[in-house]
């Protein structure tokens, strides 16, 4: 589960050029049949709408409209929908300016999208159908999961689908959330214009805090986030610490809904999440240990667990009907050391 806004690439990217090679690359899913594929696209469908009242009597989120329908994607229709949110996030041209620039970023693009495609179950793509938003369901991961893992489909798809609703409600229900992401992530991905000279002195600085042992804030005291971070100028930082900490608190909030919806809604839930959380833990080959790394996978997994860990926290201590203050304005939202100290948010914003 995850949202295209983890993938912060830069605008000189020749998009469609990234979608074609992601969608070459991307690996097929597991055999299935033709009845199977219907029935998993038909479920997961229905699933989306059932747990959108569910979602909303948990949050207390209200949203305008009917429910939109979600789109149930195999893989390759993924890492095309991917690319063109990632096209319209980060501002870029159908076809940038460098030619080869272009080609080359847009392949290692491609290259990262069909990776992930072949373990994302679900997103909600705020930035797709004019902004309107669209949620993705990926049924060929949801399968395999379900065999993976030996659990009932039924109720897998439902859970599923209470987490990615989420999202969903989240940003329909605070509609200025999306511009909030899109602003920092235009300020992140920009060319921030330092001489090599400001650059090195910035490593520099990193090497010295690594040896410290400075955490990043990823929760980490090393990795690919500390490396991205010594190189962007101060504003770039800010905008990024801004979209880490979104993201932790939009995660922790869907996995906390999940767990309060789940045992009214979903028969099996506890043995789908113990089970669930066994297979994030799982070790991994090295090659894959070190594509996680690179693409910042292992600090997705910290952010479920530590943004869950501020939202039960401050829900068990508040309420839901204050705790939805944190999505009032970017004021409100929890400050990076407030994400590890959820009584000092409380004390500042309530």
């Not at 847009?106 to 373990?119: D, E, N, P, Y």
């Not at 793509?125 to 049924?139: I, K, M, N």
């Not at 989240?170 to 920009?190: C, E, I």
């Not at 970017?330 to 004390?347: C, K, N, R, S």
């Amino acid at each position: 589960m995850t949202s295209s806004a983890d993938l912060t690439i830069g605008t000189a990217v020749d998009w469609r050029f990234a979608a074609t090679v992601g969608q070459r690359l991307t690996r097929p899913g597991p055999p299935s049949s033709d009845y199977t594929r219907r029935q998993v696209v038909d479920e997961l469908s229905s699933a989306a709408l059932k747990a959108e009242p569910l979602v909303r009597d948990v949050t207390g989120l209200a949203t305008k409209g009917a429910v939109p329908a979600a789109r149930v994607v195999d893989r390759v229709e993924w890492v095309g929908a991917a690319a063109e949110s990632m096209r319209v996030m980060t501002n870029g041209a159908e076809k940038p300016s460098g030619f080869l620039t272009g080609r080359i970023t847009g392949a290692q693009t491609g290259a990262v999208l069909a990776f992930v495609s072949s373990g994302i179950l679900g997103q909600y793509d705020p930035f797709a159908a004019g902004r309107e938003g669209v949620l993705l369901l990926v049924y060929p991961n949801v399968i395999a999961v379900e065999r993976q893992l030996r659990i009932e489909p039924a109720d897998f798809r439902l859970w599923v689908c209470l987490h990615e609703v989420t999202h969903r409600v989240q940003f329909t229900a605070n509609r200025w959330l999306a511009d909030y992401m899109s602003q920092a992530l235009g300020l992140v991905t920009q060319d921030a214009g330092d001489d090599i000279g400001q650059v090195t002195s910035r490593l520099a600085d990193y090497v010295r805090n690594r040896g410290a042992g400075t955490p990043d804030p990823d929760g980490s005291s090393s990795g690919i986030l500390g490396l991205v971070r010594a190189v962007q100028s101060e504003p770039q930082r800010q905008a990024l610490d801004q979209l880490l900490v979104l993201g932790t608190l939009l995660e922790g909030h869907a996995d906390h809904v999940m767990d309060a919806v789940g045992p009214m809604a979903v028969p099996s839930v506890a043995t789908i999440r113990r089970r669930f959380d066994e297979r994030r833990q799982r070790k991994q080959p090295p090659l894959q240990r070190l594509l996680r790394a690179l693409l910042g996978l292992d600090a997705k997994l910290s952010q479920y667990t530590r943004g869950k860990a501020f939202v039960d926290h401050v829900v068990g201590r508040v309420g839901m009907e204050r705790f939805n203050t944190v999505w009032s304005s970017p004021d409100t939202l929890p400050l990076p050391a407030e994400i590890e100290e959820p009584q000092q948010w409380i004390d500042r914003v309530l």
